[in-house]
Nanobody, 117 residues
C-alpha cells in the first residue's frame, strides 16, 4: 500500500549541488525508517543515508560531511541534500521505507543523478 516517488534528479556538474525528494503515501509516515540508496551502472545497490522515525541519521562513509538526509513528517517527505557531488556518484538514487518493528520494506522507482562536466 505504501508508495514512494522520488524527484529532483538530473544533470549536475562535479562540485555542484542537488536536492532529491521522496514523497510518501499510503501509510503512516512517522512509523517508517526512511533511507536513500544508489546504484551505479554495473554496481550493486548501496546505502547512502538513513534517518529514523525520530530523526537519527546515519551516512555511508563516502558521503559524510557532504550529504544531508532529512525528513518533514508534516509533508510526509524525505530529502537528500547533496553538496560537492563527485563524478563517481553518478547513479540511480532510490527511496526506501521500512516499517518499524517489521520486515516490510518499500522502494521507489528511482531518480537518475548524472554528474558530468
Amino acid at each position: 500500500q505504501v508508495q514512494l516517488v522520488e524527484s529532483g534528479g538530473g544533470l549536475v556538474q562535479p562540485g555542484g549541488s542537488l536536492r532529491l525528494s521522496c514523497a510518501f503515501s499510503g501509510g503512516f509516515f512517522s512509523l517508517y525508517r526512511m533511507g536513500w540508496y544508489r546504484q551505479a551502472p554495473g554496481e550493486q545497490r548501496e546505502l547512502v543515508a538513513i534517518i529514523s522515525s525520530t530523526g537519527v541519521r546515519n551516512y555511508a562513509d563516502s558521503v559524510k560531511e557532504r550529504f544531508t538526509i532529512s525528513r518533514d513528517n508534516a509533508k510526509r517527505t524525505m530529502y537528500l541534500q547533496m553538496n560537492n557531488i563527485k563524478p563517481e556518484e553518478t547513479a540511480v538514487y532510490y527511496c526506501n521505507a521500512d516499517r518499524i518493528g517489521t520486515q516490510t520494506g518499500y522502494w521507489g522507482q528511482g531518480t537518475q543523478v548524472t554528474v558530468s562536466s
